[in-house]
């Protein structure tokens, strides 16, 4: 018979944080928080069951800082995580069978931004992340690896441009990269399934309506492009390997009142 599970898992979770604004717009700030997720069905192995799931639970601090640039609308801002998380569930399929596993893992790095909206119609945003997700505790080969397919570098970078006169006043235009760097593509880090870098382009084109019919105001239409290249490489995780989505446009119309 199927195994079965009756419980009633509950946890208490905190969340907190302060900051502080200087006046020269500096703002120095410190987070903490905890998380709970009950999972239900239970830890397989090689056909057996080992029992039922155990809630993943975890606690994250935060420490950072924000920089407004009031004469540019601008912010900067820097922040150093670390998540540590027991219980966390992952499948795994290498062995032919759909595989529950838990894991610990600590999740240890620092994320920059820039975001910009300057008055002669140009919007910017910028950002980086280095992120070192360790396992914690699974099997004594794993141990001190980072977790597959995880990077430890993503980058993004976006462009936007609203014309503010002529005969173009109410098109704006939108381009920018992504990149995601390598990665491991299983937790023993098999160099044949290692997951290349993947750099991908979108773009959007928009126009404001009402610019040009005032008794269309409040109404936009919209094209967005993901992937415009068609940038598509192979992903491996333990047990199993997907492609990156294709090209993707999407056009749509909106109104707001």
């Given at each position: ?19 502080y ?47 407004a ?56 945003i ?5 992120n ?54 299983d ?5 044949i ?62 109104y707001?009142?």
């Open positions: 018979a199927a195994p079965t599970h009756d419980g009633d898992e509950t946890k208490r979770t905190v969340s907190a944080s302060l900051g604004v200087f006046e020269s717009g500096v703002m120095p700030y410190v987070s903490y928080g905890t998380s709970f997720v009950a999972n239900p069905g239970v830890i397989i192995t090689t056909g057996t069951v080992i029992g039922q799931a155990q809630p993943t639970v975890g606690k994250q601090y935060e420490l950072g800082v924000k920089y640039l009031p004469q540019y609308n601008a912010l900067l801002s820097a922040a150093f995580f670390n998540l540590d998380q027991d219980n966390a569930t992952v499948y795994e399929t290498s062995s032919g069978i759909n595989l529950l596993r838990q894991l610990d893992l600590r999740s240890r790095g620092v994320e920059l931004e820039a975001t910009a909206s300057l008055d002669n119609g140009w919007s910017l910028g950002s980086y992340s280095y070192d997700v360790e396992i914690t505790k699974l099997t004594s080969e794993t141990v001190g690896r980072q977790l597959n397919s995880s990077p430890y570098h993503t980058f993004s970078l976006w462009a936007d441009y609203e014309f503010q006169g002529g005969a173009l006043e109410g098109v704006a235009i939108g381009a920018g990269l992504r990149y995601v760097g390598s990665s491991f593509g937790n023993q880090h098999t160099p399934l290692d997951n290349e870098s993947r750099t991908f382009v979108d773009a959007s084109l928009r126009y404001d309506l009402g610019k040009a019919l005032p008794s269309l105001e409040g109404v936009k239409l919209q094209v967005n492009a993901t992937n415009l290249l068609d940038e598509v490489k192979q992903v491996c995780t333990t047990g199993f390997c997907y492609y990156d989505e294709g090209r993707k446009i999407v056009g749509s119309i909106r707001r009142f």
